[in-house]
């Protein structure tokens, strides 16, 4: 085989016809000078096209992620550590990283390999073949290790999670750390967990180094056989010198793909595993099938409640809510009492179909809530929950949370409804200012107004207060009360309250106790009946106040 001009040792006067003088240098100087600039301004585009692929894939895996989170039923949340969510959406960076980043080097990769093992496989195929058998030891070897690093990333997942929980606890828990006096102690807890991912990282570091210097071993023992066989060839006259650094060069030039080749299989595991995590919540089942239908309520639509029995998922088995009949006449105020426990918050969530019954049904009208569209039924419901949340957003917002357009007019009026209007009139932005996140900077007893006003703007058909008013104060509580019987009229409502001020005036009282209802009836026959509802009115409900 004769080797190729530029190795050989006479300097050639002309190469590919082209006389060689200082115009040649020239010509060379200024096509490696485009060269130099064709490739930045490649890489300037191909960064910017990358930018724009990367952030439509992430965007588009997180918004379906999203979209697939909000058509959860509430028992998901329940059980899922808000870290683990996170986690979760930090784990979409690996796919779109993977589709763009790591698809692109692979290809070229790919193309690079098959260029230059195809001028290896001509120049010999002895260390063609040393080559490609070396390589798929290497290949074998770096396989041995999937198992090990499939356990180790669902550990570091796991332990990520849980260390995203603790630095949320920490920052939201912080009044009551402060208060508590336990800096120290949760300071502590943070940095077991720090312990714990140490040690889960120290793991995947070794199992990295095994196989590293493993496939160090594997690549040096191919690369000195390919160089002994080659000098071997050359002192037997088979290869001239230049043909051998020839070799070297290509080897050189095929380790690096075959070092990407082999990596994306770990890349690929990598995806997998996201894919699988991500999988596990697209198959977790909707709260309700996507295509249920709007149903016309009847004209008459009191809500049934027969024989419902409820317990929610996980390690108590006793029912929190037993054998439950109850009537909630339509445009009537019933009212639910009952010792802290006996399942009155439970009883609403289950009315705006948070939750499966165990046993029994729950009619409006004479329709099973079943059969409803769980979206449409809660924009029919206004509800005030306990934990009521206030975004980061202008009052206004936080009132009109769910429309496009604020209705200026229907504003003004649920604030007046929920006496808060002269607060909010008074702030420099009016209903404009911004409330901060989670509704910091305003008070416990502005933020149920707020959460109240929200309702009234939103002038449902269906009203479901879950202690709405119990951080305010008398006077205020005494004004909004009053401006609500208006606001209740012709509508369902439904009111836990403990006070005797938010009670005593609906139509029927229901007093719960440990899950089961134990009396029905208005404020004066409850009174005169001396029960379970006089003994609350006298201990907790401020009778004579
Ligand atoms: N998500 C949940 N998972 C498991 N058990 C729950 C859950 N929510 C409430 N419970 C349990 O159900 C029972 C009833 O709770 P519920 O919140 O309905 O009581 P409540 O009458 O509204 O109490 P309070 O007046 O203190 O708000 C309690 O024993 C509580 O521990």
Known sequence: MKSPPFLSKKTPK???????????????????????????AIDFIRRKILLHISTRINVSLISDFFIKLMKLPMKFFDTKLTGDLLQRIEDHRRIENFLTAQTLGMLFSVFSFIVFGIVLYIYSLTIFLIFIIGSIIYGFWIVVFLKKRRILDYKFFEQQGINRNVVYQLINGMQEIKLQGCEQRKRWEWEDVQANL??????????????????????????????????????????????????????????????QILGF????????????????????QNEEDDNREIVQLPHKSDIHIENLCFKYDGARA???????????????????????????????????????????????????????????????????????????????RNIAISEDEVDLERLRY????????????????????????????????QRQRILIARVVYKNPQFVFFDEATNALDANNEKAIVENLQDFYRGKTVVVVAHRLSTVKNADQIVVLDGGTIVEIGSHEELTIKRGKYYELVKNQLELGS
Not at 21 to 29: H, N, P, Q, Y
Not at 237 to 245: D, K, P, R, V
Not at 419 to 440: F, R, V
């Open 14 to 40: 002309k190469l590919f016809g082209v006389e060689v003088g200082i115009g040649f240098i020239w010509l060379i100087l200024i096509a490696q000078l485009m060269l130099i600039l064709s490739r930045t």
């Open 198 to 259: 140490f040690d889960v990282n120290l793991k995947s570091l070794t199992l990295r180094q095994n196989q590293e210097a493993g496939s160090i071993l594997i690549n040096e023992l191919k690369n000195t056989l390919i160089t002994v066989v080659a000098a071997a060839a050359v002192i037997n006259g088979n290869l001239t010198l230049g043909m051998m650094l020839a070799i070297q060069y290509i080897i050189g030039q095929l380790n690096s793909p075959v070092e």
């Open 265 to 284: 299989i770990y890349q690929w595991q990598d995806v997998s595993i996201s894919l699988d995590r991500m999988n596990e919540i697209h198959t977790e």
């Open 318 to 396: 006793d029912y929190v809510l037993n054998n439950i009949n109850l009537r909630i006449p339509q445009g009537k105020v019933t009212a639910i009492v009952g010792a802290s426990g006996s399942g009155k918050t439970t009883l609403i969530k289950l009315l705006l179909g948070y939750y499966s019954l165990n046993e029994g049904k729950i009619e409006v009208g004479n329709v099973n809530i079943d059969q409803f569209n769980l979206a449409w039924w809660r924009t029919m419901c206004g509800t005030v929950m306990q934990e009521g949340y206030l975004f980061s957003d202008t009052v206004a």
């Open 414 to 445: 649920a604030a007046r409804v929920a006496n808060i209007s002269d607060y909010i009139e008074a702030l420099p932005l009016g209903y404009n200012t911004l409330i901060g996140q989670d509704g910091q900077g305003v008070s416990q007893g």
